[in-house]
């Protein structure tokens, strides 16, 4: 199917995080939806994972580490020839969610954040297995505690409710047995607790009810139980639910538009890469439902607005109003992770961003980059602006204030702000807030 | 009710409220937010708000109305440490469940009924022996599963049966003639908790930072783009519900941001409950007509190594209610009363890693002049415990939520919970009135 530029900019939100005008006019160029998305798909350019500056030591001090790696990132989300592997690895940053706190640091989130890169496209069933036996789970989780006699249902429980199945598919005595399964998973004293180590000694080897067969169990046998075995579709299903529900628009998993992509998924043996492009090539993808379905979270807005304004992470001071959206890489506040749509929607969100966007308007100011529109008439200005911010689709309502705004500040003599306030007005704005 | 039956979007701001399940999960974060702002050399905050506000339209509390302040401590509260036996049989069961994690009988401060308070909730015991708390105990309900989202939901819901996505103030708010403008209802944070989320009403976040774009409409330039933003909302934007919403939120974080912006004035001083709780304390004192205010406070998930880190959350707690109250203005102390809870109470029996598991009974603390002191509902029968080690709820919560709508908020309790729940004898008066 032919491509407008109102689609491309649509496939570019939602695979990465802007969509400026160089983007959107070379995507339809590919001619077809489905050429497109195989552009978007090719992560052939992606720098390789050898470059990645993240150390796994235990950092000094977890404040540096986290600024350094949280600007690192942010910067690759902006600068990355190939933003879908950035969204799909903050989709899987806050789907296996291990977070800074006492206990876990930023050199096992760097770690964890290793191997989601390592196995993000990859068969899903072997990313599972890696992040369970990863460090920064084990700890966050509490699952290197878990011995034998002694069972520690946390880990078991969230990984069948949260991570691979939702309630409903599993009872307190399947978390009992997971939790059991999973006893002598720890951590290795010989390197003071930094790398996985297997303790037989601590493993339960005892006959148990899991998922509805009863043996003795590993850990990985029983994860392999939930998404490969007697709950295999159930949980293809969940999976295909969330990332369907972070690109098109949110669904359950029991939804029907789940069942073909969940199948593609199976039949894929559980390929990443074919659950991502079976979901931007379903008709449900680029149907109107999917249209303003999704507002931007606080990170994606920041990298939105960073690309099209040409600001970095330090110029825009990004860190410091993520810390006051509730959004800040590394630390997601709980096990569920950050939600989707109105819980970004919150009077405390909006001030959020219009500290950031205050800030992007001074810049602006200084730099002089827009002040090719202070000479403009005001609704050339306003098209121009909102081109520039990939708005392609504006709402009439957006565009009627926008340049009752610039003919007020013309007629106060006030035309040299009319490109700042322009680019904090549009930031603001429901067009570019949503994905 | 599963997560997965509530309507995904709107089950979703709910789980901001489990949020901060992480045991220094949110000390942590506001440690780093604020020395994120340090060590990239700002001064915090950028956008001053001047001192002499504009008049804000709502209206003030009426006589004999009542004020809520729901304190919600995420993770899930070890209430049977925080509340526990001093004597009898239930102190034989508690000793042998507990072990090392037992509370010693001595330090317990008696409530009656040989129970007795944590040692570092002196303050609250004092309030106690005052006759200004009531301890409800063995709240809660049967629950399915033990999980933090399910749980939460239901308790911030209030309404077992429904799947509406609305929360039991909320839809108190709904009831009111004026809820829609955002002063009715407040919470202290970045998201809305379900629980104050309506049908109709609106509730303001006021955000822990203070920054607040709107406050200093004084500054040259700033008339006209604060006007813009709001103006986004003057008529639907053609983008559906979610682009609708962050409209109106713009505006509405506009309309309130110099009033709101009082809160902090002077300094409400380092992040933490203790600041959330003044300015909860601040909000009610600018008298705009809030009848309830939300703050939550994370951290309460202690799975592991749980003794130093409770009695550290339990005296933090202790110590922001006293600032709550020492706040609070002398002829507003008979409006207001404060309820206490979690979304679920922890397993009697400790776990091998000095921590305990998810729970499900609770005791749930009233504090306010007007609270009828003393010890309500039965304590829970640590020596009949169920298959999975729980002891039976004695009290509806329910019944506290239906007791506190008609005593103190003057609702029609049936109408908000959707069906007629007990009484209990909660207060000697109603708001307002001399006892």
């Known amino acids: ?435 | 009710v599963h997560v997965d039956d509530l309507e995904f979007e709107e089950a979703l701001p709910l789980l901001s409220v489990a949020a901060e399940a992480d045991p220094d999960g949110i000390s942590r974060r506001r440690f780093v937010q604020g020395a994120v702002a340090a060590s990239l050399g700002l001064a915090l905050p950028l956008l001053r708000p001047r001192d002499a506000g504009a008049a804000e339209s709502a209206a003030p509390l009426g006589a004999g109305e009542g004020v809520l302040v729901s304190v919600f401590l995420g993770g899930g509260n070890d209430g049977l440490n925080m509340l526990a036996p001093i004597t009898g049989t239930a102190r034989g069961h508690y000793e042998r469940l507990r072990g090392g994690l037992a509370v010693p009988a001595g330090a317990l401060a008696p409530v009656g009924d040989g129970w007795g308070l944590h040692p570092k909730m002196a303050a609250l015991h004092r309030r106690f022996t005052a006759g200004q708390v009531a301890l409800v105990q063995g709240t809660g309900l049967p629950l399915q599963d033990l999980s933090h989202f399910t749980a939460a939901a239901k308790i911030m819901q209030g309404n077992v049966s429904a799947t509406s996505g609305t929360g039991w103030l909320g839809r108190f708010l709904d009831g009111l003639p004026d809820a829609s403008g955002g002063l009715r209802g407040m919470a202290v944070g970045t998201s809305v908790p379900l629980s104050l989320v309506g049908a109709q009403s609106k509730a303001t976040t006021v955000p822990p930072s203070g920054d607040m774009w709107g406050a200093d409409r004084a500054t040259p330039g700033q008339g006209a783009l604060l006007d813009a933003v709001a103006a986004l909302a003057d008529r639907p934007t053609g983008f559906g519900r979610w682009g609708d919403a962050i409209a109106a939120s713009g505006a509405q974080a506009i309309a309130h941001a110099e009033t709101a912006a009082k809160a902090f004035r002077p300094d409400p001083g380092p992040g933490g409950p203790a600041r959330d709780l003044l300015l909860a304390a601040r909000l009610i004192n600018l008298d705009l007509g809030a009848r309830a205010i939300a703050v939550t406070i994370g951290g309460w998930d202690t799975h592991a190594g749980q003794a130093g880190v409770h009695e550290v959350l339990l005296q933090r707690l202790d110590a922001a209610l006293e600032v709550f109250f020492a706040n609070l203005r002398p002829d507003l102390r008979d409006r207001v009363a404060v309820l206490v809870q979690s979304e679920f109470g922890r397993r009697p029996q400790a776990s091998a890693s000095l921590g305990t598991d998810h729970g499900n009974v609770q005791p749930m603390v009233l504090i306010g002049e007007h609270v009828r002191g003393g010890v309500v509902g039965g304590a829970p029968d640590l020596g009949r415990l169920d298959d999975r080690g729980n002891p039976a709820p004695s009290v509806d919560f329910r019944s506290v939520y239906a007791t506190v709508l008609e005593r103190w908020l003057g609702a029609d309790a049936r109408q908000v919970l959707g069906q007629s729940l007990p009484q209990l004898d909660l207060f000697e008066a109603g708001p307002g009135h001399t006892p």
């Open chain 1, 1 to 435: 199917m032919a491509l407008t530029s109102s689609d491309a900019a649509h496939l570019l939100r939602r695979t990465g995080f802007g969509a400026t005008p160089s983007a959107v006019a070379a995507l339809v160029s590919t001619g077809s939806r489905a050429a497109a998305v195989d552009r978007v798909c090719d992560t052939s350019k992606d720098p390789s994972l050898s470059s990645l500056p993240l150390s796994t030591d235990k950092p000094k001090d977890n404040l540096s580490a986290w600024t350094q790696m949280s600007t690192w990132w942010l910067e690759r989300m902006r600068t990355t020839p190939t933003p879908l592997v950035e969204k799909v690895n903050l989709f899987w940053h806050n789907h296996f969610v291990s977070a800074l706190n006492g206990r876990v640091d930023m050199g096992m989130l760097a770690g964890q954040h290793r191997t989601i890169r390592a196995k993000a496209f990859g068969p899903y069933d072997q990313l599972v297995q890696a992040i369970a036996v990863d460090p920064a789970m084990l700890v966050y989780l509490d699952n290197w505690l878990n011995l034998v006699g002694k069972p520690q249902e946390n880990f078991a429980r969230e990984v069948m409710e949260l991570f691979c199945l939702g309630t409903g598919s599993y009872t307190q005595d399947d978390v009992v047995s997971m939790a059991k399964a999973w006893t002598g998973y720890t951590l290795d004293k010989a390197t003071t607790y930094r790398t996985f180590k297997y303790e037989g000694a601590w493993h339960d080897s005892s006959s148990v009810a899991l998922l509805g067969t009863t043996r003795s169990w590993t850990g990985p046998d029983a994860l392999n139980q939930v998404v490969k075995g007697s709950r295999a579709e159930v949980a293809s299903r969940w999976i295909t639910a969330k990332m369907f529900s972070a690109f098109a628009y949110p669904v359950a998993a029991g939804d029907a538009v789940v069942t073909p992509i969940a199948k593609a998924f199976r039949d894929s043996g559980l390929n990443l890469m074919a659950l991502v492009k079976a979901i931007l090539k379903s008709d449900a993808f680029w149907s109107p439902q999917a249209r303003g379905a999704l507002v931007r979270s606080p990170l994606e807005w920041t990298v939105a607005a960073m690309q099209a304004l040409n600001l970095t992470t330090d110029s825009s001071q990004a860190l410091r109003w993520l810390a006051t959206s509730g959004q800040m890489p590394f630390m997601i506040p709980d096990v569920s992770g950050w939600k989707q749509n109105s819980y970004w929607i919150s009077s405390a969100r909006a001030w959020s961003a219009s500290s950031f966007a205050y800030n992007a308007r001074l810049q602006i100011y200084s730099s002089k980059a827009w002040d090719d529109l202070n000479t403009m008439a005001s609704a050339k200005a306003v098209d121009t602006a909102l081109s520039r911010f990939g708005i392609t689709d504006p709402s009439p309502t957006t565009r009627a204030s926008l340049i009752a705004m610039c003919d007020a500040g013309n007629a106060k003599k006030l035309s040299y702000a009319t490109g700042p306030n322009l680019a904090m007005a549009i930031l603001l704005s429901p067009d570019f807030q949503l994905a």
